[in-house]
């Protein structure tokens, strides 16, 4: 019999594709060089949830564990007494329950923290943080912890007085002290490494910044100056100095200039200018005082009916009462004893 042999139908060839996308050459990673390792790929920064902060320690109150330690102690003592008259097994029994009461006073009492008030104690375990203990009083926390003491109270920094270039490039000095306090005393320990230094010096830097921000005096009343706005400058470093020294754990209460001054080689030339511009500004005032004299004379005169002037006389009445008015010196008085127009 004759077989017949059918091959399996060959797959559809597939119709044409579309070429794939390609990616431009910027985005493309860039292979290394031969012979050189590839960078690895830079960590993940950190988010903001885990920076540490300070949470509440574990503790309690220490006077009863005070007294529950001596009174442990106490009672080893008096049990080290009575085993010195036993013998046999109950030697071996006394010494145990001596040794278990000297262990448990022992523990309590290293366990005691006085906390001042305005205090804390950071608490830290085998170099892991655990809390800290803000209640002031004897506390009794973990004996095998670490506890190191930080100051919540208030505190001042004057910085030294600094010779900067204000906006106008003029030399100064100044100064200033900032009022600050400890808020996160987690913060403070571990997010850096001084935060008494650390402060000194963000305070420092920010005293800079403003005093190069800003002239130290200028006539434009819409601009602010270091000079004229006083209360507006220190808060705007208050609020910067703030800023700098948050991840401290550290919040500014206040910041006042106390050092305000131009350079000491240009102190007289600036004084000099200073005085010029009060005296341009005073004889500013005089002349626009004389002009509204001589206006309302000169008003009067036509209403009352006192008398006719012609143009020519009202100018060099205008004139004198001007000359009177904004000279620095006593004038004169001259008496016409002939007609107005001779």
Known sequence: MATHNTAAPSPQAPGPQPPAPQRPASQLPASPAP???????????????????????????GVPVLVASIVFLGVAVWLIVIARHASGGAAGGLTFAIVLLALAG????????????????????????NG???????????????????????????TAVAKVNDADGNPIEIAAVVVWQVQDTAQALYAVDDFVK?????????????????PYDTGDPGQLSLRANADEITSQLSAEIGARVASAGVTIVESRLTRLSYAAEIAQAML????????VAARQRIVEGAVGMVDLALRRLE??????????RKAAMVSNLLVVLCSEQATQQVVNTGSLYQ
């Open 35 to 61: 012979g050189v390792m590839a960078p690895s790929p830079a960590p993940p920064a950190p988010r903001p949830g885990q920076q540490l902060t300070e949470r509440p320690a574990a503790s309690m109150p």
């Open 106 to 129: 022992s523990f309590g009492l290293s366990g005691l923290t006085p906390i001042q008030a305005g205090e804390a104690r950071v608490v830290q375990l085998f170099g892991q943080y």
């Open 132 to 158: 800290t203990v803000r209640q002031p009083g004897m506390r009794c926390v973990n004996p095998f912890t670490k506890r190191r003491k930080i100051s919540t109270r208030i505190r001042n920094h004057e």
């Open 198 to 214: 650390f402060v000194a010096i963000q305070t420092e830097t920010a005293v800079r910044h403003i005093a190069t921000s800003y």
């Open 272 to 279: 000099r200018r200073q005085a010029a511009s009060a005296v």
């Open 303 to 312: 209403e009352q009916d006192v008398v006719e002037l012609d143009e020519e």
